[in-house]
């Protein structure tokens, strides 16, 4: 990579986008192009190896079954685990989340072995399920406005002494586990439960993987008023009584 160049790498596709969280791939090449920068976008499926040259690697929510079997594969190829080691950055929501982790239940209900990038372990929840606008405070040490996000989930994920939550919520349920977290992060490897797509509704995420990428501190400036007009229209629709 140089400094005018990025490889962003939309991982496994046909099982892990079910809702919409290819979204997110769409913008970060979006807000990385208005910046003039030289986006190569590689969709990878899950019969295909994982390219450990990537840049930025993007992994979304989906279905029980298709989380096992992303999961599987993953583990099996090395290729998401060899690129973090060689310092690339990797987004993930929801499914793609639990997967970075040490563990989930899988919908064998069984424990499944995750890729251990991120310090988190997540159960399923007994009680109804987190569905519902999310608004939350990203933490202070990634200099980020609060997050809106949409989740829909059962799992509940524990963030463990290696990682650092993503946010922590005003309304929501993030993680699930009562304790006002939502995702986790560590230096180059970050996890949400949120739906949005998240990087439409907040773009300056998708800015922070373009600067860890290029090692900068700052990007140019691009026009954000249709950003912020959504960010503003969902922002309220979660702080609106119910």
């Keep these: 990579m140089s400094q005018n160049s990025l490889r962003v790498v939309w991982v496994y596709p046909d099982l892990l986008s079910t809702y919409g969280d290819q979204g997110n791939a769409l913008v970060l090449e979006r807000r990385a192009r208005q910046r003039r920068l030289d986006v190569q976008r590689v969709d990878i499926r899950s019969d295909q190896p994982i390219p450990t040259s990537g840049d930025i690697y993007l992994i979304g929510g989906g279905e029980d079954r298709p989380q096992r079997l992303a999961a599987e594969r993953l583990r099996r190829d090395g290729g998401l685990n060899r690129a973090v080691a060689n310092g690339a950055i990797v987004f993930s929501v929801c499914a793609g989340y639990q997967i970075l982790g040490h563990e989930f239940i899988n919908d064998l209900g069984q424990r499944e072995q995750g890729l251990g990038l991120l310090d988190v372990v997540s159960t399923r929840g007994d009680g109804d399920r987190c569905v519902g606008d999310v608004l939350a405070d990203i933490d202070e040490r990634l200099g980020l406005p609060p997050l809106t996000g949409f989740e829909n989930h059962q799992g509940i994920t524990h963030v463990g002494r290696n990682a650092r939550p993503f946010a922590r919520t005003r309304v929501g349920r993030g993680n699930g586990t009562g304790d006002g977290t939502e995702g986790a992060y ?21 800015d922070m993987l373009i600067k860890l990428a290029l090692d900068v501190n ?21 702080t609106q009584p119910a």
């Design 186 to 206: 560590n230096d180059t490897v970050f996890g949400t439960y949120m739906h949005g797509p998240v990087m439409a509704r907040n773009p300056h995420i998708a």
């Design 218 to 238: 700052a990007l140019p400036p691009v026009d954000d008023r249709w950003y912020e007009a959504l960010r503003d229209e969902r922002i309220a629709a979660a």
